[in-house]
């Protein structure tokens, strides 16, 4: 019988349900009871062909029952027929596939995650026997749960408990590169990827737009339902030591409501798992507030806590709690590459720099000054900063030791001027660099108008402080001059000239970031070292790279951490234990430690010196903003093979389809109902 | 009265030991019953006294009247009867057939014990006849001492035997008893309706008054079996297997219409006709006989 199959044959273990009446026939027959009777002729002359025929009905009985049973039996085991005649979900011809379940974090509002279980299950069940099915769960990871080539309905029996929801966020161009990978390698030429997701946009960010399905493979979305919940996160938090008083400081905390209603929430702060603050903050649908936690005590060599967002609806609770740690204030060493030195110390490069950093009364920052020809005797790693100031060119190999440093959460700020040499930044620099540099393109202005800085992105640590009012005026300082540069995507760059180009750019590369100040550190280009502007805003962008990368450190889940980055020297692996979370402790196989699956805070400990570091789930995936239907299928069109034909269903859709597909149950229970009634009715007239 | 019928129960009965200790209970228990029944007078009773004449029977003085007032008077009864009656007991091998805990027979036996003992207590003469397809035992009617004795003794020891046929010892009692008097026939009645009625016509012409008591037991009257039965017959070799439930209505219809026969035929030759259920107490025979018995003065 071509496909066909059932979906719980567990439940053909009722067909032993099929003897009892057999059973009871046997015991019960009936064996006519000899009675020596005197009024013998009062009863009828014919009796034994009565007789018979009642033995007839009996026997007709008993096999009504047997056979209602059975039905019964293969009825709750749910037949259908997998070929297209019966309108089988996966076609006639036998296939590969690949079931991709999300496991992101988001997954764990409502009960989505067990509808996406439900959804993959009945997929299995109704598959095609001679398919060959392979189901992967996927977040920022994909991890095949199982590989199936004849038993797919005893694979959908056991998935649930080999599908667990993780903390990580949302990749689905690598969830189908794994699931392509997979595909490949199986004979069959029919191959097909169906992804059970809630289908937040923020999954598609990394999808490269030019990226397609290898020939012949097409995608298929299954989006559970979804339904519109309140979200509150803990997106970021910034944690900064008082200038004059290193064991107090200030907490900022960014809070977003992802939803379309408003949140009333309670913003903890705790330090240590102690209590200390707490903030009640009203969020209007999509607001991102900015809660500031003052004058709290940062007490000890190494700080962590966590701030935590209660909302009472809040549906998902992964985003809710930020964790942070924080080392003991020490200065900032920054290394200074001046390419304009000048005896006339005014009209050094660096001269307002280095005045404003080495301030004796915040003494937080300690410069040091070299040149590029002196640079190849410095060890990078002993600095937390590297600052390039209107450096003329730099050599490769000066290049590959900064690539190494930044990856391994070195800060490097490179500022302009008129020594650039855009070629050779352009040719050395591309895997630093948040942008290109345009071929000659100073751009000058006259000195009487200047540009000012016209947008800053006041969410960035950079920026955030000048979002407070009393702060140092972004719009008084007047640039005459800078290099025009592209950025490689929008996003990096955090100001812009009033005339549109570029003033600051970032680029996070590894554990390290790169800030691109595209005008000069002295007066030359700006007038900015004579305003109040100058030091605040180079002081944060000193923090924001040295700080967040050395101070702060703070991963996310499903992302390496390099170990001897995180303990500040280099130490063998093997004497290193890293305490998780959970209390757990394990030994790390290598340098990079990946099995950063929960958040919370760790512990490395390493020849009795124990760090701390915080691993956060993925505030992307916080946005739970879906992609609709129509999306969905022109998305699955745009990804898949031309030659595949491609239909997005929702998971209720899905259910209602192999319900329909499995209307042969209904039939056999009427069938079976029938067969009963008709045994009641033939037994009503059956004598015993 | 319910303490006392209770011995008129067949199963109570049936425990007793002794049959002239059988037909005593019942019928003792029966008359004190009747001191609360309708039924009071119809027995023998005192009608008055009467000066002694030469020639009455001294037997008859009562000495206590005598001792009180010194003349000598004769005690009269206001009827001095010289019924015989005669009672019929099938005692056919279809009469052993009992569903409960007494079988036909030994429900005839202590009618016929019964009666007998309360028709000999009204001084009248009883006699017994034990038949199947022929005579097997007759003892005439009398009123003596030690008569009743041989009657019980007989009852105790009837076994049933035999197939029946009524019409044949009917006509033979009818052409035996010259004396007009009275036939109880107790029977199951298995046999053909109009040769029956036929041999009864024939003791109604002799002059007989006659009782029919249609002793069934309460499985024939309502044939209450179930599971597939192989029925065997009492009076032959015969088996017949069958399902009851299919068959009930017909045999009920087939009983009754056998019934209403007899009950029509006996109706017609002014007999009384009465179906008892062996299940049931032994008064209504009695009562029934009584009945008869003032009706005919």
């Not at chain 1, 390698?185 to 923020?202: G, H, L, V």
């Not at chain 1, 080495?358 to 005797?377: D, G, M």
């Not at chain 2, 007999?271 to 009945?291: G, I, Q, R």
Request: net charge neutral; proline share 4%.
């Amino acid at each position: 019988m071509p496909g066909f199959t059932l979906l719980n044959s567990l439940f053909l273990w009722g067909l032993t349900a099929a003897a009892v009446p057999v059973i009871i026939h046997l015991i019960k027959r009936n064996r006519a009871v000899k009675v020596n009777f005197a009024a013998i002729r009062f009863l009828q002359v014919e009796p034994d062909e009565r007789y018979k025929s009642q033995r007839v009905k009996q026997l007709i009985l008993l096999l009504m029952r047997v056979v209602a049973l059975i039905i019964l039996a293969f009825a709750f085991a749910r037949p259908f027929f997998a070929d297209k005649n019966t309108g089988a979900f996966w076609g006639e011809q036998s296939s590969a596939k690949v079931i991709l379940i999300d496991n992101s974090y988001s997954m764990q509002r409502s009960d989505n995650f067990q509808k996406a279980v439900a959804n993959a299950q009945d997929l299995l069940r109704t598959t095609n026997p001679r398919d060959r099915v392979a189901v992967m769960q996927f977040s920022g990871v994909s991890e095949v749960v199982g590989d199936v080539e004849t038993n797919a309905r005893g694979l959908a029996n056991t998935l649930g408990n080999r599908l667990q929801v993780s903390a990580r966020a949302t990749n689905f161009q690598q969830a189908m590169q794994s699931a392509e990978t997979v595909l490949l390698e199986s004979p069959n030429s029919e191959r097909m990827i169906y992804i059970i997701s809630d289908f937040q946009k923020s999954g598609w960010e990394s999808l490269n737009p030019y990226w397609r399905l290898t020939e012949g493979i097409g995608v298929n979305f299954i989006p559970v339902e979804n339904e519109n919940t309140i979200n509150v996160g803990v997106v970021d938090v910034l944690v900064t030591r008082d200038e004059r008083q290193s064991s107090r400081g200030t907490i900022l905390a960014r809070v977003q409501n992802f939803s379309e209603k408003k949140a009333k929430t309670a913003i903890h702060l705790f330090i240590k798992n102690k209590k200390m603050s707490l903030r009640n903050v009203n969020l209007e649908p999509g607001e991102e507030h900015t809660v500031k936690f003052s004058k709290v005590a940062l007490r000890g060599v190494q700080v962590s806590g966590y701030v935590s967002a209660v909302c009472e609806d809040d549906e998902l609770s992964p985003d809710n709690n930020f964790y942070f740690t924080l080392e003991n204030s020490q200065k900032v060493k920054i290394l200074a590459v001046n390419g304009e030195p000048n005896r006339d110390v005014v009209k050094d490069e660096l001269f307002y720099l280095e005045r404003a950093v080495n301030l004796p009364e915040i003494a937080k920052y300690s410069l040091e000054k070299t040149t590029p020809r002196k640079l190849k005797s410095y060890n990078f790693s002993d600095y937390r900063v590297i600052l390039l100031a209107n450096v003329k060119d730099i050599k490769r190999k000066t290049v590959e030791r900064l690539k190494f440093y930044v990856r391994n959460g070195g800060g490097l700020i490179l500022a302009l001027g008129d020594q650039v040499n855009v070629n050779i930044y352009n040719s050395l620099l591309e895997e630093l660099s948040p942008a290109v540099f345009n071929n000659r393109a100073f751009k000058k202005v006259q000195r009487e108008e200047g540009v000012i800085l016209a947008e800053m992105d006041y969410r960035h640590p950079v920026f955030r402080l000048f979002a407070e009012s009393g702060q140092s005026d972004p719009g008084s300082v007047r640039f005459y001059q800078y290099i025009h540069v592209t950025p490689s995507q929008p996003e990096v760059v955090l100001a812009s000239f009033d005339d549109g180009g570029a003033a600051i750019l970032e680029r996070k590369i590894g554990d390290g970031k790169v800030l691109l100040f595209t005008s000069s550190l002295d007066n030359e280009w700006n007038n900015m070292p004579v305003k109040s502007l100058y030091l605040p805003l180079f002081y944060q962008m000193i923090q924001y790279v040295a700080a967040e990368s050395k101070g702060q450190k703070s991963y996310l889940v499903g992302n390496p951490v390099s170990l001897p980055g995180i303990i500040g020297s280099q130490i063998p692996v093997e004497k290193m234990t890293i305490k998780l979370p959970s209390g757990d402790e394990v030994k790390p196989e290598s340098d990079f430690f990946e099995a950063l699956n929960e958040p919370g805070i760790y512990e490395l400990t390493a020849k009795n010196k124990s760090s701390y570091f915080a691993v956060n789930v993925d505030a992307k995936e916080s946005n739970l903003t879906a992609l609709s239907p129509n999306d969905l299928q022109a998305k699955a069109a745009e990804l898949s093979s031309p030659d595949v034909q491609v239909a997005s269903i929702n998971g209720s859709e899905l259910s209602g389809q192999i319900e329909n597909r499995q209307k042969l149950w209904r039939f056999a229970i009427l069938f079976a109902i029938l067969l009963l009634v008709g045994e009641t009715w033939l037994g009503n007239r059956t004598y015993r | 009265m319910a303490n006392t019928l209770r011995f008129l129960d067949p199963k109570i009965l049936s425990k007793i030991s002794g049959m002239d200790l059988r037909a005593r209970t019942v019928v003792e228990g029966f008359i004190y019953g009747l001191h609360h029944s309708p039924y009071r007078g119809f027995s023998v009773e005192f009608a008055e006294y009467r000066e002694y004449t030469a020639g009455d029977d001294i037997r008859h003085i009562d000495w206590k009247v005598f001792a009180r007032s010194d003349r000598y008077y004769i005690k009269e009864f206001e009827e001095e009867t010289n019924l015989s009656c005669h009672i019929l007991l099938d005692t056919s091998a279809s009469m052993g057939y009992k569903s409960n805990d007494i079988s036909k027979l030994e429900y005839g036996s202590y009618l016929a014990a019964s009666l007998g003992y309360l028709i000999f207590q009204q001084r009248d003469g009883v006699g017994l006849m034990t038949f199947d397809n022929e005579v097997r035992q007759f003892i005439p009617a009398r009123n003596r001492r030690g008569h009743m004795l041989s009657i019980f003794r007989s009852l105790e020891n009837i076994e049933p035997d035999s197939s029946t046929e009524l019409s044949l010892p009917l006509h033979q009692i009818a052409e035996t008893v010259n004396r007009k008097g009275l036939i109880i026939v107790i029977s199951d009645l298995l046999d053909d309706p109009e040769t029956v009625i036929r041999g009864l016509q024939h003791i109604r012409f002799r002059g007989h008054d006659l009782i029919v008591f249609h002793v069934l037991d309460s499985a024939e009257l309502t044939f209450p079996f179930k599971n597939a039965t192989k029925f065997v017959d009492m009076e032959g070799s015969s088996e017949m297997l069958t399902i009851p439930t299919m068959m009930r209505d017909k045999y009920m219809e087939r009983m009754n219409a056998h019934i209403e026969k007899f009950k029509i035929g006996c109706g017609q030759l002014q007999a009384d006709y009465h179906v008892l259920d062996t299940s049931k107490p032994l008064d209504f025979a009695l009562f029934s006989y009584l009945t008869h018995r003032s009706r005919k003065g």
